[in-house]
């Protein structure tokens, strides 16, 4: 079965710093993989995603994440926070075969502090 | 705007009551699914629909059911309610007929329900 383990449900960073969030998979052949965004009362917004091309995937916004098969993750960073950024941010996996369906981690919200 | 709609916004009704939820998927996508969000259970997927036949079953309850018509819209219908039901409810749809190029889902704005 596949699943997302997003570490840290709240990370807080200063407005100019790095932004790190971490997500690791598990499934036994390397998935789609997605990055989405929920801004308060707002549905999901897709950042990026991996789809076996490039391993480093840029989104909107500034993001990026890199796919790194040998430690089966998929963490999202941003170089430069801007309070804009806080928001909800859930990692995804889809297998490619199968249903197709879309397993969500459990989130990470991001604190920009000023 | 993700092109995905939902209606109603906000719902409110009471303990033991039913209630539908309605969603129109992005044009030409197949695929419609449903998740739950609340605060303490996060986001749960419930079932997913393509092209009008059922493909894959979550955590949803037995009150709860899915149907996705022939124009491809989708409803959820909840029964039953129970003051625990009280979440976002969200659709997201996706072409769904698989390739690298089209495996993300497009999220509504969400139904927010709330049982009294």
């Known amino acids: 079965a596949q699943s997302v383990t997003q570490l840290g449900s709240h990370v807080s960073v200063s407005e100019g710093a790095l932004v790190l969030l971490r997500c690791n998979y598990s499934?036994?052949?390397?998935?789609?993989l997605f990055w989405y965004v929920q801004y308060p009362n707002q549905g999901l917004q897709l950042l990026l995603k991996?789809?076996?091309?490039?391993?480093l995937v840029k989104g909107i916004n500034g993001f990026e994440a890199e796919f790194k098969k040998s430690e089966t993750s998929f963490h999202l960073t941003k170089p430069s926070a801007h309070m804009s950024d806080a928001a909800e941010y859930f990692c995804?996996?889809?297998?490619?075969?199968?249903?197709?369906?879309?397993?969500f981690g459990t989130g990470t919200r991001l604190t920009v502090i000023p | 705007d993700s092109g995905v709609t939902q209606t109603p916004k906000h719902l409110i009704t009471a303990t033991g009551q039913r209630v539908t939820l309605r969603c129109s998927p992005r044009?030409?996508?197949?695929?419609v699914y449903w998740y739950q969000q609340s605060l303490d259970q996060g986001l749960q997927f419930l079932i997913q629909?393509?092209?009008?036949?059922?493909?894959a079953k979550g955590n949803i309850l037995e009150r709860f059911s899915a149907q996705q018509f022939p124009d491809l819209h989708s409803e959820l219908n909840l029964s039953s309610l129970e003051l625990g039901d009280s979440a976002l409810y969200f659709c997201?749809?996706?072409?769904?007929?698989?390739?690298?190029?089209?495996?993300?889902?497009?999220f509504g704005q969400g139904t927010r329900l709330t049982v009294v």
């Open positions: 997201a749809s996706s072409l769904g007929t698989g390739g690298e190029m089209n495996t993300e889902a497009f």
């Open positions: 499934s036994s052949v390397p998935p789609y």
């Open positions: 991996y789809t076996s091309a490039a391993t």
């Open positions: 995804a996996v889809r297998s490619k075969t199968g249903a197709n369906n879309l397993f």
């Open positions: 044009s030409g996508d197949l695929s």
């Open positions: 629909y393509y092209n009008g036949e059922e493909r």
